[in-house]
């Protein structure tokens, strides 16, 4: 099973990259450069953390180069909610009502929060990697 989820995991974080080439131009830089930047602050100041972040920098407007957190924030979401669906819902298995993703983060277990962070770190090695070969050119911030 774990060949079969590294292979999901590259052929959606795929998917997810060129969907951020796809992005307007300083749009798509932008999101090169947060797949490799939230890694990183993933492992220095938590998975919570790190998502509340981003969250908070998410911008609906298409054009704007923050743009780029929304659509990662979504596709996180979405890559999580196809691999470990569970988090979603309750002991029940009744969906939360509350399914914002930093909620999910910060409502688990330690057991379940380090699987999340195992997993979301697993899955943006893959996104960067894509993001790289797909995205021409640097995010310069302008």
């Not at 947060?34 to 998502?51: C, E, Q, R, S, V």
């Not at 196809?82 to 909620?103: A, I, R, S």
């Not at 699987?115 to 960067?128: H, S």
């Amino acid at each position: 099973a774990r060949q079969i989820l590294s292979q999901q995991r590259a052929k959606c974080a795929y998917e997810f990259a060129e969907e951020g080439s796809k992005l307007e131009g300083k749009v798509a830089k932008a999101y090169k450069s947060y797949t490799k930047k939230i890694p990183m602050m993933i492992k220095t100041n938590g998975l919570g953390a790190t998502f509340a972040f981003v969250k908070a920098k998410a911008n609906k407007d298409t054009s704007k180069r923050d743009h780029a957190y929304e659509v990662i924030y979504t596709q996180t979401e979405q890559w999580l909610r196809e691999t470990t669906p569970h988090v979603f819902q309750d002991k029940q298995g009744k969906p939360l009502k509350n399914q914002d993703l930093v909620y999910i983060f910060i409502t688990q277990d330690s057991h379940t929060y380090r699987q999340i962070a195992v997993e979301v770190l697993a899955f943006f090695t893959w996104l960067k990697r894509f993001a790289e070969g797909l995205i021409e050119g640097e995010d310069n911030g302008d």
